[in-house]
């Protein structure tokens, strides 16, 4: 399960009449742990915005995140539903919350693909919650090499050596001729049974 951080990032802009602006954005990572989330914050962005400063990470409870490719504007959706718990001899009823992420152009929009992406669950939910977040960019966790890869600092595999089978067709051939001196119930064959002279 993906671990999710929010990350606010802060940064000096340049704006068209000169004026100097300082912007605050966030960003969701999904990392293994708070340096994990900034340095991924680092190499994701860094490129596009050289010079930020990190100005908290934290760790959020999202326990799904759906991203869309038509826009980027991200709605929280708070998903309850009621479970059963077994607690001894009687069972009791128990209403769990979760928070879903999903990027959507409105709220009308976000509870569909919700209930889109819930449309497999057998348990009865309710969508309690829609709020529209300052999420400027989900970042989703990629392995390192995938990011090598994506970045082109991969290297090709050398060449591998050619394998000469010649050793290997020729021990083939012997172990051939060994079965041919055999019966086939083990015994030597009748030229090896018979001694010299005989």
């Not at 400063?53 to 038509?70: C, I």
């Not at 009621?82 to 919350?97: L, N, Q, T």
């Not at 009865?124 to 960019?137: M, Q, S």
């Not at 090499?145 to 050793?167: I, M, N, Q, S």
Request: proline fraction near 5%.
């Amino acid at each position: 399960m993906a671990t999710w951080f929010l990350c606010k990032i802060q940064y000096v802009k340049f704006l068209e009449n000169d004026k100097i602006k300082t912007v605050t954005e966030s960003y969701l990572v999904d990392a293994v742990s708070f340096t994990d989330a900034e340095a991924r914050l680092h190499r994701s962005i860094g490129s596009s915005i050289p010079d930020f400063n990190v100005a908290s990470v934290g760790k959020t409870n999202y326990r799904e995140v759906y991203n869309y490719d038509d826009t980027e504007v991200w709605f929280k959706l708070k998903v309850s539903y009621v479970d059963v718990v077994d607690e001894g001899p009687a069972s009791k009823e128990k209403r769990i919350s979760m928070l879903v992420l999903v990027a959507a152009p409105s709220a009308k929009q976000a509870i569909e693909r919700v209930e889109q992406q819930f449309s497999s669950w057998v348990i009865p939910y309710d969508i309690t919650d829609v709020n529209f977040t300052n999420i400027v960019e989900v970042i989703p966790y990629v392995s390192e090499d995938e990011e090598k890869l994506k970045e082109g600092k991969l290297k090709p595999l050398a060449k591998a050596p050619v394998v000469d089978d010649t050793l290997n067709e020729i021990e083939d051939e012997i172990l051939g001729e060994e079965d041919l001196d055999e019966d086939p119930d083990g015994h030597p064959g009748q030229d090896e049974a018979m001694p010299n002279g005989a």
